[in-house]
């Protein structure tokens, strides 16, 4: 235990949870700890002193790296070192043009991450200004008005209905005292705080610490006196901060798969250019000549395009999932939901309605449903044969238990664009909805019966209570609250015929328990007629008649339900993390079918801080539940599915959330119910807090993937062919003649590429996208089916560009194509160009079939040949593609300024019907590489 504190002291850690378990010990014990009157507070001189030993009350992140470091670390990537190549190259070539081209592709993207890394950091300055807040303090005797920044340990602070709790408190005084801890616990709702709680179990949750309040939560009613025992980092918000800056930022699959295949390819690129040098050396070429082969070999074997074509669809699945209430933060974000494995999401608002819904009731001894879900009052009652009770026709007890949770409440319901919510307390709002669906109408019920006192809920008593004016002689009186308390006042449950009959409080004890098993919230209502204008707790302790009970629930939304479903057809587990208890949470996910076997695995978080690292990771393979988990047993939750090769996705909202979104492959953030800390921990934020949006942006995600595939199988084949044609003439001694000139290289790879891969971004999604399992995490970026696939194409466009070029070479003159007045140099220069010009426009036309034969058209119409029924899929932005591609190609070769550029030669009708004759071959080479490696 830490030592008292006194103005003497030496600086120190300030006593903080991991010293001092402060709902441990009473509230006496705590003040003798922080030394200091409860009535006084400190004095001005002893909160100077400790302001100066503490520090002041802020959350302050690690110090970063300056920017220009941070600037500089973008372009320490093996992608931007082949670009970087590819520029120098071409500046030492005299392209200087394309090389500031190549350069300016490297600076955007070292822009776009420092700006993206940049934003991350930003986390930790939400987390700081979720704290900040003005606080009242007991000082000097007076009350007085303080920045958070100045509260010191031992601070009397005093907390209103609307304050923001300004630091971690021991609580010493309340009177209905109820704060929000969402952020930091997952609960929606407020919990009732009980000061007058001596001690609690050292290993409580901090859920469940009734006598604290915590740093970031508000009061929503009443009042309440506690006494500072943590600020700055020492508080849970400040150890959530910690967590935050102790877990890198992981990698994304997509990253991780780009950076090994770019290493690999950077070090296949140099190894084979030094070769080719060394080997035309040896064939007795110019050293000049050999070097422009090795530039040609080098810019060849360089996909410059991909990097475009990868941001350029990355950015297009931004746009989708966005479309989808999805908004994607970070741009390989996209990519990594499409990855994913598991999906661990909160419950309140992602899987169900967040809109408490009365669900069953028990009254007159029998048993009631009510249909509907959340605030919208609309539904009906059945009775236990599911057959429709009219509101003309409602048994008399029904009728009072419903009258008395509508009465007997201070909630609005408010109906407003089209949407309906609650004013007031979410579990008062669905007694008035579930009034409301039997026929009665608030302001009728109010006119008839106008409350005349009224007793407000006090966790002390657990129960509130109003009286009413009534048109009978007297007074009627009535009363919710917890079963327990109601049953101990009741001596009579009023019955269907009307008559009162005696308790039986047992039997009304276990149908509670069996609504509270199926994860229902249980209130219980009684009344009784009363005799004068006021009444006290004391008017209440007997003779009052027992109504009925209400269980409700927040309800699992429909389309979530749907969506779990969608996602485990895909192969994706879905576990659920909550702050909420677990019997309620198991009942959830029993209903939305989150286990695969019989029976929900839950386990709470007071339950994994006893298992050591083997067990937690069972524990998180076979449970479908975790609930009352704090902020680093979710961040160790999130580690364990990592450790076993999971790609995970993790949802939150709240400030306890962070940590795990950080340290998860793709952390989800609600829109509307998150806090700014986890919407900046987040990579992807969802606008309508719903897990069907989850699901929506998985299947976009698969869907980039794929197409980034496409777009992988498609640029690499050309260069492929492209360096083998140039390998090949080195290797037999043709050096000197190359059959494809680097600049060439550098507009098929650059312009044409692009302009014929970019399509493959908007390729519409496959109709069995989501009937597939998740691809294996540690599967390399180029498969083998892939590898042969890129090698098949590779070798016949090698064919077409080396076997085109060495026809017309060696065909070109005796079939005219030469005028006849040129000889010598001239001549062999415009053969030379044809013969090169013929070569590329045959491979053009080669890609054009290649490419349409990826589509998912293509697909499409063989699957109807099959006799499958589905969509054949827009081909737009496919059909647009290659139009651009034909008009680029038209003008490489048909203009004069192009000729000049790029040494290429006009082209006569003649030319251009051998160039697409020789390309036909590819449907039949294409047919066999969609065997080898389906696209679709």
Known sequence: MAQSLSPSQPTS??????????????????????????????????????????????????????????????????????????????????????????????????????????????????????????????????????????????????????????????????????????????????????????????????????????????????????????????????????????????????????????????????????????????????????????????????PEGLPAVVTITLAIGVSRMASRNAIVRKLPAVETLGSATVICSDKTGTLTENQMTVQTLYAGGHHYDITGVGYAPHGELRDGEDNPVPSEALPLPLAQCLQAGMLCNDSELEHKDHDWSVVGDP??????????????????????????????????????????????????????????????CCNAVLMGDGTAQPINRDHLVLQAER??????????????????HHFDHDDLKAEMVFLGLQGMIDPPRSEAIRAVEACQTAGIEVKMITGDHKVTAAAIADRMGLSPTEEVIAYTGKELATFDATELTNAVQNGSVFARVAPEQKLRLVEALQSKGHIVAMTGDGVNDAPALKQADIGIAMGKAGTEVAKEAADMILTDDNFASIKAAVEEGRNVFRNLMKAIAFILPVNGGESMTILLSVLIGRGDVLPILSLQVLWLNMVNSIAMTVPLAFEPKSFNLMNRPPRTPNQPLLSKPLLHRIALISVFNWILIFGMFEWVRRNGVDLGWIPADLSGDEANQQLLALARTMAIQALVAGRIIYLLSMTQFWASVSARLQGMKVPLGDASAIGYGILVAVVLQICFSQVGVMNFLFRTAPLNLEHWLICMGVSLPMIVVALIANRLNPQN
């Open 13 to 302: 850690p300030q006593p903080g949870a991991e010293e001092l378990a402060w709902h441990h010990v009473s509230a006496q014990v705590v003040i003798q700890q922080l030394g200091v009157d409860p009535d006084q507070g400190l004095s001005k001189k002893e909160s100077h002193a400790r302001l100066d030993r503490y520090g002041p009350n802020e959350i302050k992140g690690k110090k970063g790296k300056h920017p220009i470091i941070l600037f500089l670390l973008q372009f320490n990537q093996p992608l931007l070192y082949i670009l970087l190549v590819a520029g120098l190259i071409k500046a030492l070539l005299g392209s200087w043009t394309n090389a500031g081209v190549i350069w300016g592709v490297t600076v955007i993207n070292a822009i776009i991450g420092f700006v993206q890394e940049s934003k991350a950091e930003s986390a930790i300055a939400a987390l700081a200004a979720a704290v900040e807040t003005e606080a009242m303090v007991r000082r000097d005797g007076q009350t007085k008005q303080v920045s958070s920044r100045d509260l010191v340990p031992g601070d009397i602070v005093l907390l209103n209905s609307g304050d923001k709790v300004p630091a971690d408190l021991r609580l010493l005084r309340g009177r209905t005292l109820q704060i929000n801890e969402s952020a930091l616990t997952g609960e929606s709702v407020a919990v009732e705080k009980q000061p007058d709680l001596e001690t609690l179990p050292a290993d409580t949750s901090l859920a469940d610490r009734h006598n604290m309040a915590y740093a970031g939560s508000f009061v929503t009613f009443g009042q309440g006196e506690g006494i500072v025992v943590a600020t700055g980092l020492n508080t849970e918000t400040g150890r959530i901060s910690k967590l935050m800056e102790a877990g890198g930022s992981l990698v994304t699959p997509l990253t991780r798969k780009f950076d090994r295949f770019s290493k690999t390819l950077l070090y296949a690129i140099l190894s084979v250019a030094a070769v080719t040098f060394a080997v035309g050396l040896g064939w007795g070429n110019s050293p000049l000549e050999m070097f422009e082969a090795a530039v040609a070999l080098a810019v060849s074997a360089i």
């Open 427 to 488: 579990t008062e709002g669905a007694l008035l909805v579930a009034a409301r669906k039997a026929g009665f109408d608030r302001q009728e019920l109010n006119a008839s019966y106008p409350r005349i006192d009224s007793i407000p809920f006090e966790s002390e008593f657990q129960y509130m209570a109003t009286l009413h004016q009534q048109d009978g002689p007297g007074q009627w009186l009535l009363m919710k609250g917890s079963v327990e308390a109601i049953v101990a």
């Open 515 to 532: 609504m509270a098993s199926r994860g229902l919230r249980v209130l219980a209502f009684a009344g009784k007629a009363f005799h004068g």
